[in-house]
């Protein structure tokens, strides 16, 4: 999350809304350190998963959080310190989804979301997995 090479953790909430979503830095000597104060863990929807990838190409990690009771879903752009600026996400707001991933899946330097057992709100459910490429 914050460009230095180490592997943080990323916990999401479940589906108890109140609760905050968790983020732990990795400083290097197997200590992590707690993420406070950030709208990536100071958001309290019933987040159920997320993505993490450059998705503007900046070189910082960007954050596409689901929450697949029927919140809308959250797009962070990363700040490359190991915080998060809340973004509009321009599609899949209204999509509840219950697992997301993201890959440069053509090698053409875009991330995607592949978000599986999606279905618009207000309509019938269409249980399905579907890709598609966001940016900020």
Not at 76 to 88: E, I, L, M, V
Request: proline share 3%.
């Amino acid at each position: 999350m914050n460009n230095d090479g180490w592997e943080d953790l990323f916990i999401s909430n479940g589906p108890e809304n109140g609760a905050v979503n968790l983020l732990y830095l990795n400083d290097g000597t197997g200590k992590f350190t707690s993420v406070a104060n950030d709208p990536v863990v100071s958001d309290s929807k019933p987040f159920d998963g997320a993505s993490f990838a450059d998705f503007d190409n900046d070189g910082d990690l960007d954050a596409f959080v689901v929450t697949w009771y029927g919140a809308k879903n959250f797009l962070y752009a990363g700040n490359g310190d190991g915080g998060f600026t809340t973004s509009a996400v321009r599609h899949l707001l209204n999509w509840v989804l219950t697992e997301t991933t993201a890959r440069d899946y053509d090698t053409d330097g875009a991330s995607r979301l592949v978000c599986d057992q999606f279905w618009r709100q207000q309509e019938e459910p269409a249980l399905g997995t579907t890709m598609a490429k966001i940016s900020l």
